[in-house]
């Protein structure tokens, strides 16, 4: 997952709309959105090479999102783990997302950088309690509060132009239509402008490079934006995944959406 956009309790009807594209190089092997084979209440894509995800979702209201921290002037593990297996192992475990992200810090060297957003459904309250962590910080997991969100490879609301530009598009037609119209967000999600030079972070790539990957959908044979997501959950605790797949060319190869009703409590 190379950026994504959450708005958390911004609507009383909407407690979450999560959307994000994954940027991945096109010959590493990937199983679309789906029910996990072994373990069909948790939805998302799959790593096929590490086994891990970088979004998913799992029936109760846990979720897991994750984007690479892209800084190639700090220096990484000489063996890192697989980032994947971190939203992996929120959704098939039963910590807070506080507790995961805690434990999480404390073996926080092992990993490459990394940007994790983690959240669980308060069914009772018909709320998202969601913290965010990165290894590149030193700093104790961050609570969200309600509001707007944009997470690409800096740290949360860096407004890098790629950044800036989906979640000022992203917002606007929230605020203007509510009720979550698909097809328009997916458009505003394949969004291949890319930014001005004058405004490329410096994150240690050569210019080139740094220019391809300065949009916020990536087009290119060898490494793009290999899938987008969208997740809307409403109050009463109905929700629907959504996924686009593409192939190197940008071109869309197949789409589903998967409803998942969160629990809900009867006070």
Known sequence: MCIAYLALATDPQWPLFIAANRDEAHDRATRPAAPWPQQPTIYGGLDLEAGGT???VQQQGRFA???NHRNLHIPSPSEPRSRGELCKDFLQG?????DYLRSVQAQANDYAGFNLIVGEWRSD???FECYYYSN???HAPQRLDPGYYVLSNAFLNT????????????TAQLQANPFHQTEVLFQILRDPTPAPDHLLPTTGLDLERERLVSSPFIVN???GTRSSSLWT???NGRSILYECSYNPQGIETERHSWPIQLPTSFL
């Open 54 to 56: 970088w979004f998913g």
């Open 65 to 67: 999102l994750l984007t």
């Open 94 to 98: 039963q910590h807070s997302p506080l």
């Open 125 to 127: 309250e018909a709320r």
């Open 136 to 138: 590149q910080q030193d």
């Open 159 to 170: 407004p890098w132009p790629k950044s800036q530009r989906l979640a000022d598009q992203l």
């Open 221 to 223: 044979s060898l490494y």
């Open 233 to 235: 959950v409403a109050e």
